[in-house]
Nanobody, 115 residues
């Protein structure tokens, strides 16, 4: 079993910043890839950013250079620094870890961007 625990969500004004964290624990041997997805009300879950064990990253087009994904040296934690937040970034953000081609999900953390 693998557990993912997210933290760092909250309410922020437009233009503000948040840093999301996700820590993996349990039967971890090799995490191939970790990433962040989000789901807004009435919409499908979508990729925000992901990072491989080798450090390669890719971002959704809507990020537009505002977010940065990173991992800790042990490879068991992933972070998402979000700057210049917009109201349309409001969503539940989910952490994903892929082990042996199987995806594990965290419980999600709410991010609300509003004045």
């Amino acid at each position: 079993q693998v557990q993912l625990v997210e933290s760092g969500g909250g309410l922020v004004q437009p233009g503000g910043s948040l840093r999301l964290s996700c820590v993996a624990s349990g039967s971890i041997f090799i995490i191939n890839r970790m990433g962040w997805y989000r789901q807004a009300p009435g919409k499908q879950r979508e990729l925000v950013a992901r990072i491989t064990s080798g450090g390669s990253t890719n971002y959704a087009d809507f990020v537009e250079g505002r977010f940065t994904i990173s991992r800790d040296n042990a490879g068991n934690a992933v972070y998402l620094q979000m700057n210049s937040l917009k109201p349309e970034d409001t969503a539940v953000y989910y952490c994903q870890a892929v082990l042996n081609n199987y995806p594990y999900w965290g419980q999600g953390t709410q991010v609300t961007v509003s004045s």
